[in-house]
């Protein structure tokens, strides 16, 4: 996602098309959320209310198993130049 990421455009962009359809088809899945900015906005929270949510305490990105998963590529990534070679490589990983 180019541009800075509002929580009205973590709503609009990638909650209301993206994740909340996939819950929908999925009964009883629960999404995980680190509590960036954008996650905690009242936005983005009464959004939500709809889902089951797993409580995070605040500051606490070291728990999120996504961690892992970016450490790894950060491993594996070779020295880009623009957005566009960076892009590339992560489609390649």
């Keep these: 996602m ?3 990421l509002t929580s009205q455009r973590y709503v609009d962009d990638i909650l ?3 994740i ?3 819950l929908t088809g999925l009964p009883g899945a629960i999404f995980q959320q680190d509590n960036a900015r954008p996650q ?3 936005v ?3 959004f939500l209310r709809h889902f ?3 409580p995070w305490p605040a500051r606490s990105s070291g728990l999120s198993p996504v961690e892992h998963v ?3 590529l950060k491993q594996q990534m070779t020295s880009c130049h623009s957005v566009h070679d960076l892009e590339l490589a992560i489609q390649d990983l």
């Design 16 to 18: 209301r098309h993206h």
């Design 52 to 54: 089951q949510t797993l």
């Design 70 to 72: 970016w450490d790894q």
């Design 20 to 22: 909340g359809p996939f």
């Design 44 to 46: 983005t929270q009464d």
């Design 2 to 4: 180019r541009g800075t």
């Design 40 to 42: 905690t906005a009242r």
